[in-house]
């Protein structure tokens, strides 16, 4: 059983945001297997079972407290921290790309660190998909909460059709064969 994670922010607001690509990633996959996310007020999140697969989950904590959330999945699933997969934005990668690692740091996305502290672990696969650096002199915190541009839209919707499809591919082949299927690939 894999716990499958995208992290986000809740409100209506940041539901188109770069920020959002986790959730974004999530709604596209529950979209594509006629799932429906059920509010789990104990576990301050959404989620979506995928029998006998994995657990689609959204933390309605904010990004930065998704670990809480998270941390009560795990437990109470009693998920190992290898089964866990964490889909988040990245700015360190060009829009058009994604990657997937079986482990890693926060690489400074307080998201990614509010889970490593909550599992006090941080050997868990992830997905980082791509949104670019902000232009030069914007503030990297408005640009990750900022809609993607008209021309980017089109671009980012490939690569979540993309990371649904890593995930599919990772519950049959498993991790390894899913990363080099997918790591070297480029949406234009």
């Not at 799932?35 to 959204?58: C, G, M, N, Q, T």
């Not at 998920?79 to 990668?93: K, S, T, V």
Request: hydrophobic share 40%; proline share 6%; glycine share 8%.
């Amino acid at each position: 059983m894999w716990l499958i994670c995208g992290l986000g922010n809740p409100e209506k607001k940041y539901e188109n945001t770069r920020h959002n690509v986790g959730f974004q990633s999530l709604d596209y996959f529950a979209k594509k297997h006629g799932l429906e996310f059920k509010l789990f007020k104990d576990f301050k999140s959404l989620a979506s079972f995928y029998h006998p697969w994995a657990i689609l989950v959204k933390p309605l904590t904010y990004m930065n407290l998704s670990g809480m959330a998270i941390k009560s999945w795990v437990e109470k699933q009693k998920i190992a921290p290898e089964n866990l997969l964490l889909i988040y934005d990245d700015m360190d990668l060009p829009l058009g790309r994604f990657k997937i690692l079986p482990k890693g740091g926060s690489g400074g996305h307080k998201g990614v660190q509010s889970v490593i502290e909550a599992l006090n672990t941080s050997n868990f696969p992830r997905i980082k998909i791509g949104i670019s650096r902000p232009p030069l002199g914007e503030d990297p915190k408005d640009y990750v909460l900022s809609p993607f541009k008209e021309e980017e839209v089109e671009v980012i919707k490939k690569v979540i059709k993309l990371v649904v499809q890593a995930i599919e591919d990772l519950f049959q082949e498993g991790l390894l064969k899913t990363m080099s299927k997918y790591n070297s690939l480029k949406v234009n």
